[in-house]
């Protein structure tokens, strides 16, 4: 079993800047890969971006391409999300995600375990 708890969401202007982070306590966090996922009010789940265990590889939405940055400290048993230029568009409930798996899924229903979620609004 995995504990997920997001933190670091808010408000911000457009244009800003905002980091994510993930804390995952239970098992073995190096043997996870983590996704990060959205969701807006009335829209469905999307996937924002994923990582491997290792940290090697890096999935994103071309949504989030150039702006969002995913990464991991195995060692603090953290995931990361790293919001630059943020848009109004941004504005969700961001979740991250972890599967003990060494491939990074895009996939939501790929995910065993989640978190509650942190809040995220972009005002313009």
């Known amino acids: 079993q995995v504990q997920l708890v997001e933190s670091g969401g808010g408000l911000v202007q457009a244009g800003g800047s905002l980091r994510l982070s993930c804390a995952a306590s239970?098992?073995?966090?190096?043997?996870?890969?983590m996704g990060w996922f959205r969701q807006a009010p009335g829209k469905e789940r999307e996937f924002v971006a994923a990582?491997?265990?290792?940290?090697?590889?890096?999935l994103y939405a071309d949504s989030v391409k150039g702006r969002f940055s995913i990464s991991r400290d195995n060692a603090k048993n953290t995931a990361y999300l790293q919001m630059n230029s943020l848009k109004p568009e941004d504005t969700a409930v961001y979740c991250c995600a972890a599967r003990e798996d060494r491939i990074a899924w895009t996939i939501a229903n790929k995910y065993d375990y989640w978190g509650q979620g942190t809040q995220v609004t972009v005002s313009s």
């Open positions: 990582i491997t265990w290792s940290g090697g590889i890096t």
């Open positions: 239970g098992r073995t966090f190096s043997s996870y890969a």
